[in-house]
């Protein structure tokens, strides 16, 4: 005698969950959970000499200089107004030091492209390097 698979009503709701690709995935997670676990405890077994405690030198923070642009163009260093030139005496100085000072640049959204560079330049052109350009997280304007 033929079994027929076939529902007799169509819109009848199902009476179980299929557990098959439930099982598969947990199975699937096993694997690959007992091929790892062994390549992370894989360790060389070494037995170190010991060296006596001593107290180590604290490092030094980075030091930071910080450069903001208003919108009007106005250059701040740090809180204090700076004309062109001034920062570009700011900025030899702080290229001088032994440690080279991190520079962050902040800069008002509506100033044009342009004045940004600038800045850029001077501090390119002092031989600093670290520059950190500060932007505020967000979405879509």
Do not use: C
Request: aromatic residues 4%.
């Amino acid at each position: 005698m033929a079994r027929s698979f076939h529902r007799r009503e169509r819109l009848s709701a199902l009476s179980a969950i299929d557990m098959s690709p439930l099982i598969d995935l947990a199975f699937s997670l096993l694997i690959v959970f007992m091929i790892s676990t062994p390549l992370l405890e894989q360790t060389i077994k070494v037995d170190l000499p010991v060296e006596s405690p001593k107290r180590q030198a604290a490092k030094e923070e980075l030091k930071m200089e910080y450069i903001s642009i208003r919108a009007d163009g106005g250059i701040l260093w740090g809180d204090i107004p700076v004309e062109r030139e001034e920062l570009r005496r700011l900025l030899a100085d702080a290229a001088s030091l032994p440690e080279a000072p991190v520079i962050s640049l902040s800069a008002d959204r509506s100033l044009q492209y342009q004045a940004v560079i600038d800045v850029i330049d001077l501090i390119q052109k002092a031989g600093l390097h670290k520059l950190n350009i500060n932007t505020q997280a967000g979405g879509k304007r």
